[in-house]
């Protein structure tokens, strides 16, 4: 199970913390994954991590703003996001890969989902 915490409503410029906690697998021997869906349009990966978090990857819109981690030890995986924009809102999900590199980045590659959190950038 993943339960994704830390959404809310932000300004533009302005920074959120998002949080997921993963149970019931073994969280350390996976990669991690952040999507985003925007009303009415795909859900789309943000960023990932891989099984140790000496690995990430962004898509290009977020890069240089967002940063994902992982506590291994706690079973966490967070992503910070700065310099929030308007084309930020959207629900956010935190997802369990199906490998340990992070370099499988279609939502098929993932199996595991959290319940999704609503973020919220106002202009």
Not at 63 to 79: C, E, H, P, Q, W
Not at 84 to 102: F, G, M, N, Q, W
Request: proline share 2%.
């Amino acid at each position: 199970q993943l339960q994704a915490s830390g959404g809310g409503l932000a300004q533009a410029g302005g920074s959120l913390r998002l949080s997921c906690a993963v149970s019931g697998r073994a969280f350390s021997r996976y990669a991690m994954g952040w999507f985003r869906q925007a009303p009415g349009k795909d859900r789309k990966i943000v960023g990932s991590i891989s099984w140790a978090g000496s690995l990430t990857y962004y898509v290009d819109s977020v890069k240089g703003r967002f940063t994902i981690s992982r506590d291994n030890a706690n079973n966490m995986v967070y992503l910070q996001m700065n310099s929030l924009k308007p084309e930020d809102t959207a629900v956010y999900y935190c997802a369990t890969s199906k490998y340990r590199s992070s370099s499988h980045r279609r939502a098929a590659d993932f199996d595991s989902w959290g319940q999704g959190t609503q973020v919220t950038v106002s202009s």
